[in-house]
């Protein structure tokens, strides 16, 4: 199974709704990964998750909430919004977070903030 | 400022037409290189990947790239393109256990 599988696939939010992005992974990987690509433009890294700890956060706003709940699991909590962090939400997994191993990507979550 | 920069961000071909998409990355020292596909509605996939050895790597759906150092280069290349090739396109090196993409480029094949 090389697959990475997210939910939901579509997410319309208010601002001041509290969501969670969900992502899921069966490859044994100890890597996980969340990030942001806005349309016609490329992923951008937003956290790094290493066995299960949070260890590279790329100055998100606190709106953004991960977390890692098990080597399979990893969440993206969102709370208090705004219209301009709608995106596709994508996770990634690899077998470890370095450089020499190549990451999988989910389908990802196309989140809207209304 | 570091960075990876894909020289076409739209590329418009015929069927059986050859392919070359460029990248540069200003990284110095020790860099994995990737080329990673998006289909249209599809996740991001990877197309084929450099670590060391062999510059010129062969990758799946008949894709190959070739690493020049010196130019810090990693083009992507095809022989004969199809029309399910139609998809985004994005170079990425892999750095401090990060991957930076380039921009992407739109490749758009006329059937």
């Known amino acids: 199974d090389t697959e990475v599988t997210q939910t939901p696939k579509h997410l319309v939010m208010g601002m001041t709704n509290k969501k969670s992005l969900k992502c899921e992974q069966h490859m044994g990987h100890r890597a996980m990964y969340w990030y942001k690509q806005k349309a016609k433009k490329p992923p951008e890294l937003m956290f790094v998750y290493s066995y299960e700890k949070l260890s590279i956060n790329e100055s998100v706003p606190s709106r953004f909430s991960p977390e890692c709940p098990n080597s399979s699991l990893l969440n993206l909590h969102l709370h208090a919004l705004q219209p301009e962090d709608s995106a596709l939400y994508l996770c990634?997994?690899?077998?470890?977070?370095?450089?020499?191993?190549?990451?999988?990507f989910g389908p990802g979550t196309r989140l809207t903030v209304t | 400022a570091q960075s990876v920069s894909q020289h076409n961000h739209h590329v418009i071909l015929s069927e059986a037409a050859s392919l070359e998409l460029g990248c540069n990355y200003s990284y110095g020292g020790t860099v994995n290189l990737f080329w990673y596909v998006q289909y249209p509605g599809q996740h991001l996939q990877l197309l084929l990947k450099y670590f060391s050895g062999d510059p010129l790597v062969k990758g799946i759906k008949g894709f190959e790239a070739e690493f020049i150092k010196s130019k810090f280069s990693f083009n992507l290349r095809k022989p004969s393109v199809q029309w399910s090739d139609t998809a985004e396109y994005f170079c990425a090196v892999n750095r401090d256990d990060k991957i930076i993409f380039g921009k992407g480029t739109r490749l758009h094949i006329l059937p």
């Open positions: 990634a997994s690899s077998l470890e977070a370095v450089t020499s191993y190549e990451q999988y």
